[in-house]
T-cell receptor, first 114, second 115 residues
C-alpha cells in the first residue's frame, strides 16, 4: 500500500538557517509527489510538485525538493528561513491509478526563531 | 489569482442534524474534491467529482455523505445525519486536469463541530 511518512512533527530553526523537512514515500510505481503548505487559518497551498520531469524541483517562496528514488525520499529544503515560513508543511503522493486522490503525510509544523 | 472559496468558515451543529458545506471551485476547473482533517490526524480524501458524477470515493464516504453541483459554480458536501466523529476541518479542492500530476487547489476549509 502506498504511504507517506514525514519525520518530525515539529521542526524549529533560527531565522536565516537551513530548513530541511523530511518526507519518505512508499510506492510500487513512479509517484507523483507534492508539498503543500498551510498557514494559520488558511487552506493548503501548493509549494511544488514532482512529476518525473526533473529530480530537483523548485517551488514558490524559495523552497525546493529533490526526488531520490533510491532513498524513496522527497525532502523539502530552503537555504535560509524567514519568519514568514512558519507554517505546517504536508507531503503528499497521488494514489496509484487515481486522479486527485492524494495520500498525505501527518504534516510538519515549522517554527522560525528570530 | 483565482481561488477556491468555502462557506461557512465554521459550522456548529447538533448530532443528527443535516449540514451542507459549500464550495465555489476555480471557474475553469473541471475536477472537484472533498477532503477532511480530523484534529491531530492526517488530511484524508473523501470524494472526487467530474462531469456531474462521483469518480472516486473513499471508505469514509458512506451513505451519510453526498455531493452535488447544483449549478455552474457551486459544489456542495452534504452530511445527512451528523455524528460526533464527523467533527473535522473539511477542505474543498479543484483541479484543471484529472491526471495524477494535476495539482489540487484547496479552499481555506470549513471547520465542522458536531455537539
Amino acid at each position: 500500500a502506498q504511504s507517506v511518512t514525514q519525520l518530525g512533527s515539529h521542526v524549529s530553526v533560527s531565522e536565516g538557517a537551513l530548513v530541511l523537512l523530511r518526507c519518505n514515500y512508499s510506492s510500487s510505481v513512479p509517484p507523483y509527489l507534492f508539498w503543500y503548505v498551510q498557514y494559520p487559518n488558511q487552506g493548503l497551498q501548493l509549494l511544488l510538485k514532482y512529476t518525473s520531469a526533473a529530480t530537483l524541483v523548485k517551488g514558490i517562496n524559495g523552497f525546493e525538493a529533490e526526488f531520490k528514488k533510491s532513498e524513496t525520499s522527497f525532502h523539502l529544503t530552503k537555504p535560509s528561513a524567514h519568519m514568514s515560513d512558519a507554517a505546517e508543511y504536508f507531503c503528499a503522493v497521488t494514489r496509484m491509478g487515481s486522479q486527485g486522490n492524494l495520500i498525505f503525510g501527518k504534516g510538519t509544523k515549522l517554527s522560525v526563531k528570530p | 489569482e483565482p481561488e477556491v472559496t468555502q462557506t461557512p468558515s465554521h459550522q456548529v451543529t447538533q448530532m443528527g442534524q443535516e449540514v451542507i458545506l459549500r464550495c465555489v471551485p476555480i471557474s475553469n476547473h473541471l475536477y472537484f474534491y472533498w477532503y477532511r482533517q480530523i484534529l491531530g490526524q492526517k488530511v484524508e480524501f473523501l470524494v472526487s467529482f467530474y462531469n456531474n458524477e462521483i469518480s472516486e470515493k473513499s471508505e469514509i464516504f458512506d451513505d451519510q455523505f453526498s455531493v452535488e453541483r447544483p449549478d455552474g459554480s457551486n459544489f456542495t458536501l452534504k452530511i445527512r445525519s451528523t455524528k460526533l466523529e464527523d467533527s473535522a476541518m473539511y477542505f474543498c479542492a479543484s483541479s484543471a486536469g484529472g491526471q495524477g500530476n494535476s495539482p489540487l487547489h484547496f479552499g481555506n476549509g470549513t471547520r465542522l463541530t458536531v455537539t
